[in-house]
């Protein structure tokens, strides 16, 4: 698993920024290509306390922005599906990060 935003921070660091509010999320895209539509997810970034997260996933907006629409008939409905989740920020998976992480230190 790859994780954006958390190089040369130790565990404890990470949990710390958690509790102050920071988080793990992805973003979503999509991209046709005549009739087949292929929707996909970003690698992990991690959010630190303070930090706004609509801006790291402007890549991605903007690639579903020119990309997506074209297939028909998913489109334009996984783009506007991918815009919504980007333009809150991203999905917010830290409790599943968080439980992958565990997962692997008790093994």
């Not at 690639?63 to 997506?68: E, K, P, Q, R």
């Not at 809150?88 to 439980?99: C, F, P, S």
């Given at each position: 698993?790859?994780?954006?935003?958390?190089e040369n921070m130790?565990?404890?660091n990470?949990?710390?920024?958690?509790q102050q509010?920071g988080k793990f999320?992805?973003y979503t895209y999509?991209?046709?290509i005549?009739l087949?539509?292929f929707?996909?997810?970003s690698?992990?970034y991690?959010?630190?306390?303070?930090?706004g997260?609509v801006?790291k996933?402007?890549?991605?907006t903007l690639?579903?922005?020119?990309?997506?629409w074209?297939?028909?008939?998913?489109?334009?409905i996984?783009?506007?599906g991918g815009l919504?989740t980007?333009?809150?920020?991203?999905?917010?998976?830290?409790?599943?990060?968080?439980?992958s992480?565990?997962g692997?230190?008790a093994?």
């Open positions: 698993m790859i994780i954006k935003g958390i130790d565990g404890g990470i949990m710390s920024q958690i509010g999320v992805i999509c991209f046709s005549i087949v539509t929707r996909r997810s690698n992990i991690f959010i630190r306390a303070g930090e997260s801006k996933g402007l890549k991605y690639l579903t922005l020119l990309l997506g074209w297939g028909i008939p998913w489109g334009p996984y783009s506007i919504i980007n333009f809150r920020g991203g999905k917010d998976i830290t409790n599943e990060v968080l439980a992480l565990s692997q230190q093994q």
